[in-house]
Structures are given as structure tokens and as C-alpha cells.
């Protein structure tokens, strides 16, 4: 076991700060986590590329935003600026449910605490450090601001709001992955070039007037509409959408101007995707994979899911509608190395309290590491979202035997009994038949290896609804796909002699979802045998598909109209159907199921299924105390269960690098700059059994 020295993290304070012998540091990081020096959090993985590059770094963990910002202070100014990581997760999906009930968690605070962070603390912290150090930039990063840099509608405000720089006064985003344009920006300022001046630098944004933009807009410029027309038309913000995201999703983007305030949001195009040699540069940064000393004694939820897993790779050409991962990270698949990926598993093996298990190796998605376009050609003109649907694109090569290697080459090693998948597979790219049937054989032998010697038990697969018509505005496969995909499930465990489980994700009150689809959704899961767990109502976030969908009323691409539930009312009438077998909610779904004229489906639903025993008689004037009550700003009866569309999301991880990813430790989650927003919010799907308005019904 390797011993650390506190001077092994990046220093947290003034003490630390002398204790390497510096007078002073080039960039300071306000960050709304916890201060974890793993590469699954962006703010150690900015401030490691920094030092890596030579400049001097600090990180203020988790600042006290109230009285006298002592601790905005405490360090002093930077020679160069302050950058803010607002953290791995999108600070009001961390915050509230979809629901907007406050949590009673923060996964990514000591102890769980969630009174460490501000609503929107890159505006919070931004207009502290704008106060206190008026002359000194300000560099945002991570989900919160680089999904805010353009016109968006914010759930928790139900409004339209300007570009994230307007709000909170920041000089430059860094937005997505953030490593090489914060390296760039830093030997910008440090040859002595005012930010004001720093306009070329890919995957930033700046605001500047019209006579100010860099050789002027032009014909290769994309103009979207300004946010003034956004407030005024909401087909207007639909179509800018389809702009914004388009342009994520292309090898080779053009500029996007937004007319915002007298001035332009200019957003420069991104980066190419990471070459292997790159993002291994960054995973072999010298983390400590450990929590700061300061919090010793302390359990940091977030860190205790994702401390013995490893991300095999960034980026997701899946392309659901609800998630934000490729507005992030790209769709475009960046792969670690196998040598990278062995020689992180072996300082997991190393750790003291590691027993042999990796709980994770994984990434946005689970089974996309190595996969690519045959032909770049076709790729670099490229502008679909997505390279899977409605169809896999025939370019794409599905090959599975790179990833094999990699599980191979873990499970060799000594100190390994066991690697578990945690990242959400892609079971429609293990059921594509490849015009390659060795491509083919690969997918099979993939399937059974992952279901004998990858799986803790149950197996996390997202099929996310069983309408048709709803899987098409989500960019998901049809679920026959999925069915498909149990029955191979259920087969290789009767043969293999396993007793194991596969766990369905699914989601109500989508754009274009109504009760009778949920109503089917709940026959089609009982005639599965399903219990349904792990679900959610779909939660808005930024920079997606379906909130523009579901706040515009159109879709984006198309721009004819699309139903959305909206009231508490309506997303409870949807959400309740999953759980149609808890004998509380039988009688709503019945009456709701009359009252849209399916009641053909109650005999499906409850045949053989004794009805509950409602108790005493209660009288004409008196309602029973378990029948749910409306409130106007809920949901009624049950706390809804708690979100993951950050995703994205999906639960959207913020951070300059954020990644939405679902669970565990895959798709690293990183916060600040870097975080990998993927599905694994510890927040998410909650599953906590909220109270009833009164006393509980005695069955």
C-alpha cells in the first residue's frame, strides 16, 4: 500500500499552498463537490492537466457562500483566473427531484450533507469572486454551464433564460471535455493577452458586439435566432435546437452566433475527438483515487460507487433524446489504450480495501469502446445524432472483440476475481446482424461472456418504454428488441445454471407519451413478470431534445406538435402505472383507466389478482384516508423517485468534462471542468417510498 503525504493532493489551502513552497497560483477551481482526486471527478482532472502542463493550481472544495466569503478569500487572486466547476451532476437535478422536492442527499458532499452547494453555483460563485476581485477572469466549466451557453429553458425556473455568461458575469466558458482548451487558454493569458482578446480557442464561448467578432460573421457562421425572438416564439427556440445539436454531433462544426443583450454569444466549434494517446495522458495523471485528508472520518456517496471502477472511454453515439451526454462528450468514441486501462486497474488492486471486485468497467454506454465509422469519409459529413437509430448506420463498425481483450486482459490479472459491467449495454448493438458474420459471432460470444462472468446479479438495460411511437421521439429501439434480448438473458442463465436478474429502466411522462401508453406499458411489463423499480418521471434538463420538445410543444426536427404532460395531475396519472401491483394504487388505476376509455385493460392487469380490502365504510361526506389528494405542487401520495435525464443525464454530471452516466462508477461522472456526465447518479431513481397525507391505509 502506497503512503501518501497531504502534499500528494492539490492544495486546498493557504498552509498547503506553502507547504509546496509557492508564493502564489496561477489558477484557482471553486468547486460545488467534495474534493476527490480521482479521474472519475473533473475538477482534480483539470487541476492535474494543469499541473501537468507547469502551471500551479489550488482547489476550493465546497465554499461557504453566505456572510463574508472567507472562503472565496482565503487564497487570494490567481495569476491567471478563476475557473468554477459547479460538480459532476447539474446542480439542480442534484438538488431536486423531478417533482422539485428538495433531496435528502447530496452524493457528491461529506456525509451525504445537502446544504454544501448553492442553487446554481456557477452564478453564485461567479458574482462572489466578480465582487471580490472585480479585474480577475472568470472561467466557467462542467454540465451546469456548458449546457447553458446558448438560450435554454431552465424546468426549475419554467422559463426561457439567457446564455449562462449574461446571468452570472463570467468572462469564457470552457465547455465539454475540457482538457485541451483550458491548457490553451492558460498559455494565452500567461504571454500576457487579455481575456477580452482571446477569441480563438476551440470549444469556448465569449460574448463580444457585432463589430467585435473575429473576421466578422460570415457565410459559414450559423445566426440562430436571437433570445429575443426565442421569448416571443417558441418555434423559434425548436429550430435553433436543431442547429445547436446538429453542430455537437459533427466532425467538423461550424461557428453558432446567438444575438443576446446588444451582443453575440459566439461558440467556436470543438475540438476533434481525443486521440488514444491523449486521453490516456489524462487517466495517467498521478491521482491519488482518494478523497482530500480533510475528509477523513467522512463517507462521500458519489466516491464510494465509482472508487473501484475504470472508464474504458468518452463519448456516445446512442443519441437519446433525453440525454446529454453527446451534447457534452460528443458521439464520436475516444478509447483509452489497453496498457492505460491495465495500469489504472492495478493501483485499484493496491487500494487497502479492495477485495478483488471492480464494480465497474464501463463508460456512457457499456459496449461501445472501439467502435467507429469504417469510413472516416462519411463520418467527417456526417451531422445524425445518432449512429443507431432509427437504424444502425451501415458505416458503423459494431465489432465487440476490442472490448474483449480488455475484459480479458482485467480479469488476468492477479488480484482480480471478478469484473462487473455497471454501465448500462446497448442491447441493440449486441442483436445487429453485421453483413460480417464474424462481426456477428463476436456480438454472441460477447453476449454470453458478459451474462456468465460480468453480471453482480442483475443486469441494467434502459429500454426506456414499450410504445412505439414514444421510443421514436426517445431514439431508443423498438421493444421487441428488448424482449428479444431477455429471452437470450433467460436462456444463458438456464444453461449457465445462474439465477440472475435483468432490471429494465423506464421513464414516464416523456414528450409524446399519454396515460393509455403508460396503461399498455404496465400489461406489457406484467405479462414480463416485472415489478418495476427502477423508473422516473422524465426530468427537463438543458440542451436536449426532449425539454426543447417539451417545452416548446414541437419537435425540433420536424416541427409538427407533440403532447407533453405537464401538471402534477398528468404525471401522476402517467408514473402510478408502474405500479399497478401495489394494492394502494389499484384503485386510481382503475378509475384512470375508465376515465380514458381503456377499461379492457384492468382484466389484464388484475385477473386473478384479489382486489384489497378498502376497511370501514366510510361515510357520504368523508373521503378514505389512503385515496390520493391533488396538491398543486406535487405529485401527491408518493415522493417522485429521483432523476437521471442529465443524462443527461440522463442525470447530467456536471463538471468542464461532465458526463451523464447511469449507474455505479461507469461513465465516470466527473465534476468541474471534466465531469463525464454519465448515468451513474447515486442520486438517481431514488426509489424512496414518499408519504401519504394523513395516516396510511391499514390493509
Not at 463580444?208 to 435566432?225: F, K, M, S
Request: with cysteine; hydrophobic share 30%; proline share 7%.
Amino acid at each position: 500500500m502506497k503512503e501518501y503525504r497531504l502534499t500528494d493532493w492539490l492544495p486546498t489551502t493557504k498552509k498547503e499552498i506553502e507547504l509546496r513552497g509557492w508564493d502564489s497560483v496561477d489558477v484557482i477551481l471553486f468547486s460545488a463537490d467534495a474534493y476527490v482526486d480521482h479521474p472519475s471527478f473533473g475538477a482534480a482532472v483539470i487541476g492535474r492537466t494543469l499541473e501537468a502542463a507547469g502551471y500551479t493550481v489550488a482547489i476550493v472544495p465546497q465554499p461557504d457562500w453566505h456572510g463574508d466569503f472567507r472562503d472565496f478569500k482565503k487564497l487570494g487572486r490567481p495569476n491567471l483566473f478563476f475557473g468554477i466547476a459547479p460538480g459532476c451532476m447539474d446542480s439542480m437535478v442534484n438538488k431536486y427531484t423531478a417533482g422539485k422536492r428538495l433531496r435528502s442527499e447530496d452524493a457528491y458532499s461529506p456525509d451525504g450533507r445537502h446544504d454544501c452547494r448553492p442553487e446554481y453555483p456557477t452564478i453564485v460563485y461567479t458574482k462572489i469572486l466578480k465582487q471580490l476581485f472585480p479585474d480577475v477572469p472568470v472561467v466557467l466549466g462542467g454540465i451546469e454551464a456548458s449546457l447553458r451557453r446558448l438560450t435554454h429553458y431552465d424546468y426549475w425556473k419554467d422559463s426561457l433564460q439567457k446564455c449562462i455568461l449574461c446571468d452570472s458575469g463570467a468572462d469564457m466558458i470552457i465547455y465539454g471535455m475540457g482538457e485541451k482548451p483550458i491548457v490553451e487558454l492558460c498559455r494565452n493569458l500567461a504571454e500576457g493577452l487579455p481575456i477580452s482578446a482571446v477569441h480563438d480557442i476551440p470549444q469556448t464561448v465569449y460574448l463580444c458586439r457585432e463589430d467585435e467578432v473575429p473576421n466578422g460573421i460570415g457565410a459559414d457562421d450559423i445566426v440562430l435566432h436571437s433570445h429575443e425572438e426565442c421569448l416571443r416564439n417558441k418555434k423559434a427556440q425548436a429550430e435553433n435546437f436543431r442547429h445547436i445539436e446538429e453542430e455537437s454531433n459533427k466532425m467538423h462544426a461550424q461557428r453558432l452566433l446567438q444575438a443576446v443583450d446588444n451582443k453575440y454569444a459566439v461558440v467556436n466549434p470543438p475540438y476533434p475527438p481525443m486521440t488514444s494517446e491523449e486521453l490516456d495522458r489524462s487517466f495517467d495523471l498521478p491521482y491519488t483515487r482518494l478523497p482530500h485528508p480533510k475528509y477523513k472520518g467522512k463517507r462521500i456517496p458519489a466516491y464510494e460507487m465509482i472508487k473501484f471502477s475504470v472508464n474504458l472511454h468518452r463519448g456516445c453515439f446512442g443519441g437519446c433524446a433525453f440525454c446529454t451526454i453527446s451534447a457534452h462528450q460528443g458521439k464520436f468514441i475516444a478509447c483509452r489504450s489497453k496498457r492505460s486501462i491495465v495500469e489504472e486497474v492495478k493501483k485499484v488492486i493496491e487500494m487497502p480495501d479492495f477485495k478483488g471486485y471492480l464494480s465497474d468497467l464501463g463508460g456512457p454506454s457499456a459496449n461501445m469502446y472501439g467502435m467507429h465509422g469504417n469510413n472516416p469519409k462519411a463520418c467527417a459529413v456526417c451531422k445524425r445524432p445518432s449512429c443507431i437509430h432509427p437504424q444502425v448506420c451501415p458505416n458503423l463498425n459494431t465489432d465487440h472483440s476490442k472490448l474483449l481483450e480488455i475484459y480479458h486482459a482485467v480479469d488476468a490479472l492477479p488480484g482480480i476475481k471478478k469484473s462487473f459491467i455497471g454501465s448500462g449495454v446497448r442491447y441493440d448493438l449486441l442483436l445487429h446482424r453485421s453483413k460480417d458474420e464474424a462481426i456477428n459471432a463476436v456480438a454472441r460470444q460477447y453476449t454470453r461472456e458478459l451474462i456468465t462472468k460480468h453480471v453482480s446479479g442483475r443486469l441494467k438495460v434502459a429500454p426506456e418504454h414499450t410504445s412505439d411511437a414514444v421510443l421514436k421521439l426517445m431514439r431508443k429501439p423498438s421493444f421487441k428488441l428488448f424482449g428479444e434480448f431477455k429471452c437470450i438473458f433467460d436462456r444463458i442463465n438456464r444453461e449457465e445454471h445462474l439465477n440472475q436478474q435483468i432490471i429494465p429502466y423506464f421513464i414516464s411522462s416523456h414528450p409524446g407519451c399519454r396515460e393509455e401508453d403508460m396503461a399498455e406499458l404496465a400489461v406489457l411489463t406484467k405479462q414480463l413478470d416485472f415489478h418495476l423499480e427502477q423508473v422516473q418521471d422524465f426530468t427537463p434538463t438543458p440542451m436536449t431534445v426532449s425539454t426543447e420538445t417539451w417545452y416548446t410543444g414541437y419537435d425540433p426536427y420536424t416541427l409538427e406538435p407533440v403532447f407533453s404532460a405537464k401538471t402534477p395531475r398528468e404525471k401522476l396519472a402517467q408514473r402510478q402505472f408502474f405500479f399497478w401491483y401495489k394494492p394502494e394504487e389499484r384503485r386510481a388505476i382503475e378509475q384512470e383507466l375508465r376515465r380514458i376509455g381503456r377499461a379492457d385493460l384492468i382484466q389484464k392487469l388484475y385477473a386473478g389478482v384479489p382486489a384489497p380490502n378498502h376497511g370501514r365504510n366510510f361515510g357520504n361526506n368523508r373521503r378514505p384516508e389512503f385515496e390520493r389528494r391533488d396538491n398543486s405542487d406535487e405529485f401527491n401520495s408518493r415522493e417522485p423517485r429521483k432523476g437521471r435525464n442529465a443524462r443527461d443525464g440522463r442525470d447530467a454530471r456536471d463538471g468542464y468534462n461532465g458526463r451523464d452516466a447511469r449507474s455505479g462508477n461507469n461513465r465516470d461522472v466527473r465534476n468541474g471542468y471534466n465531469a463525464r456526465d454519465n448515468r451513474s447518479n447515486p442520486n438517481s431513481r431514488d426509489n424512496k417510498k414518499g408519504g401519504y397525507k394523513g395516516r396510511k391505509p391499514k390493509w
